[in-house]
């Protein structure tokens, strides 16, 4: 994971992406990369022969793919990214997952008067191209927001200045941490009864200090950190797959008795490239035989049992320290 190491620029054609990394890239001494240049390379084709060969649909799988192969890179970069490629659900958690997302926020006004004439740019060929920004800006707007750690206005704003403010986010950023991460917790059955069942083994406190204690430990850290309990199977896997699609960046679970034989489950943690913890609150190494193996935990990163309640704890501190250093 390059969380954390990498900085990402998102926005709207015409933001300045492009110049913005160059002229960043001097700043921070980073390389710098253009993802639309790097999908060029690789198919050995302009990114307009995509478009008009095999469609838009085929290019944002392109992105999709990239996103995974640079996600795994080591070393610090720049990236610019294409306009259209937080507008994926799955491109927005990749691209926090790869680095701090930088949202360079243009209007639609500006974006015309930069690109009018410019016969380069696949989406606004055609007649009334203003109308077609701030059409396109309307559809993605919501998409630059969910995926972006930072927003930085452009309108009305010199180079310098803009430059500045960047820098100044990245070092707040860095000093806070491990701040700002959107994680999930995941309880499976009967984690509900917390402080009902079986005192002896998972304690007195019942699930309502369960939430108190994630709710205070995301104020500490400044993580948000989402809560879901259900006691079906289906339901969890739902739950699973709707984390890749809405920025999640580390998923706690706690399967309950499912740990032990539901593989649909072991398939959906491992069908989510996000970094993942298995929690039990007893130690399961301890108790009946059929509690020692654990199906879902191979395809997570760690596994954590035996430190009650406290273990939550310990599971979102590891995501936070990996993506801040894995």
């Given amino acids: 994971m390059n969380r954390g190491k990498n900085v990402i620029l998102i926005g709207f054609m015409g933001c300045g992406k492009t110049t913005v990394g160059l002229k960043l890239s001097y700043r921070l001494r ?21 478009f008009e060969k095999e469609g838009e649909a085929a290019f944002r799988r392109m992105e999709t793919a990239l996103l995974e192969e640079l996600r795994e890179r080591s070393g610090a970069r720049i990236l610019s990214t294409g306009g259209g490629m937080p ?36 989406l ?33 704003r010199e180079m310098e200045e803009i430059l500045d403010q960047i820098q100044q986010e990245l070092k707040d950023f860095e000093k806070e941490g491990m701040k700002r ?25 019942d699930y309502q200090y369960l939430l108190k204690l994630l709710q205070d430990k995301g104020e500490k ?11 079906h199977e289906g339901a969890i896997i739902d739950r699973i797959q709707e984390a890749y699609f809405d920025g999640t960046e580390g998923i706690v679970i706690n399967p309950g008795a499912y740990t ?31 509690r020692k193996t ?4 191979p395809v997570c990163h760690k596994q954590i049992y035996g430190q009650g309640l406290e273990g939550y704890l310990t599971a979102i501190d590891f995501l936070l320290h990996f993506n801040e250093e894995g």
């Fill in 260 to 290: 032990h034989y539901s593989y649909a489950i072991r398939d959906a943690l491992a069908s989510v490239s996000i970094p993942k913890v298995e929690v039990h609150i007893s130690d399961i190494t301890k108790r009946e035989e059929f």
């Fill in 30 to 50: 980073m390389p710098v990369e253009d993802t639309d240049k790097l999908i060029e390379r690789k198919e050995g084709r302009s990114i307009s022969e995509i």
């Fill in 87 to 122: 507008v994926n659900p799955a491109n927005r958690s990749l691209l926090r997952q790869c680095g701090i997302v930088v949202y360079l926020k243009i209007s639609p006004q500006l974006v015309y008067e930069r690109l009018k004439g410019d016969k380069t740019r696949p």
């Fill in 221 to 231: 850290t400044g993580s948000e950190i989402t809560v879901y309990q259900s006691n």
């Fill in 294 to 297: 654990s199906v879902t935990a």
């Fill in 124 to 156: 606004l060929q055609g007649e009334n191209p203003l109308s077609r920004i701030r059409a396109l800006m309307e559809e993605r707007s919501a998409s630059y927001e969910a995926c972006a750690h930072i927003t930085i206005p452009v309108d009305g």
């Fill in 181 to 205: 991460m959107k994680l999930l917790v995941i309880n499976g059955p009967n984690l509900n009864f917390l402080g009902i069942r079986e005192k002896n083994i998972y304690g007195t406190q």
